[in-house]
């Protein structure tokens, strides 16, 4: 059975792109794509009950609610708060940094301009966060409450 990865990020481009990328490093995952900050929260809500995602990949730069946003919303979710949520974007900032690992980021990785580079890193995110890494023991799924950041 495929591992899932809930991929949040707003361009087309990159999504049809990353999900060559994954096809082409042999990685057997499913992607679910949500292409803004919004749609991930109420794709992630929908899963406190159900099979949550392996990892997030989290774009920094989101239209309704930026990645940093989501990714501070997830932390404080009871379900969620344990699951490794990478960020995948172009935003070099060292301030986007900063602010992705102080809100509880797993990864910080940087957007590879070119194909190959791209296979590579897919490939190296599905063995190490799908495949190498143990992930910890679910949390118990509490109410349901907006999704108010």
């Known amino acids: 059975m495929a591992s899932k990865i809930l991929h949040v990020e707003d361009n087309s481009d990159d999504i049809m792109l990353t999900e060559l990328a994954f096809r082409k490093a042999g990685a057997e ?5 949500a292409s803004d900050g919004d749609k991930a929260i109420e794709m992630l809500q929908r899963s406190f ?48 940094i900063n602010n992705a690992y102080d809100l509880g980021a797993n990864s910080y990785l940087l957007k590879p ?13 599905a063995q190490y966060w799908l495949r190498t890494n143990t992930p910890p023991a679910a949390t118990a799924p509490l ?3 907006a999704a108010a950041v």
Do not use: F, Y
Request: proline content about 7%; some cysteine; glycine content about 6%.
């Open 113 to 125: 301009s070119d194909l190959d580079a791209l296979i590579e890193l897919a490939g190296t995110i």
């Open 49 to 96: 009950n159900g099979a949550l995602p392996g990892c997030v990949l989290l774009d920094v730069k989101l239209p309704t609610i930026s990645g940093l946003e989501v990714l501070a919303w997830i932390r404080r979710q009871a379900p969620l708060r344990r699951l490794p949520v990478v960020m995948l974007t172009s935003s070099s900032l060292p301030s986007d």
């Open 29 to 33: 995952v499913q992607i679910e794509v």
């Open 143 to 145: 109410a349901v409450h």
